[in-house]
Nanobody
Framework: QVQVEESGGGLVQAGDSVMLSCVVS?????????MGWFRQVPGKEREEREC???????????YYTDSVKGRFTISRDNAKNTLWLQLSNLRPEDTAVYYC??????????????????WGRGTQVTVSS
């Protein structure tokens, strides 16, 4: 069992920055699996959540969807069981509920090809123009 809980987000203006955090708990060892951030925009179904960024078990390999490259940074601290997503130069189209997710294995590919083993409840990020 893996539990994930996000925090951060809120209402910001275009061009602003915000940091999202995700604390992971449970019997599974945090440093054995990949983690990621997904987002769901209004009107989209859960199955349509977009994978924004992923990071492998050790933190030395990352993936970003094209629309956030150079603006978002994913990182993790295995000693603290914590994952972060730094969102910079935010745009109105970044408005979404952001979800932290735990992968089924250690490599980033698992979050790009299979459903996460666990989701958080999500945190809202709203970017005004």
């Amino acid at each position: 069992q893996v539990q994930v809980e996000e925090s951060g987000g809120g209402l910001v203006q275009a061009g602003d920055s915000v940091m999202l955090s995700c604390v992971v708990s449970g019997r599974r060892t945090f440093d054995k699996y990949a983690m990621g951030w997904f987002r769901q925009v209004p009107g989209k179904e859960r199955e349509e959540r977009e994978c924004v960024a992923t990071i492998n078990y050790s933190g030395d390999t990352t993936y970003y969807t094209d629309s956030v490259k150079g603006r978002f940074t994913i990182s993790r601290d295995n000693a603290k069981n914590t994952l972060w997503l730094q969102l910079s130069n935010l745009r109105p189209e970044d408005t979404a509920v952001y979800y932290c997710a735990a992968g089924r294995g250690p490599d980033i590919i698992v979050l790009l090809t299979t459903d996460p083993i666990s989701w958080g409840r999500g945190t809202q990020v709203t970017v005004s123009s």
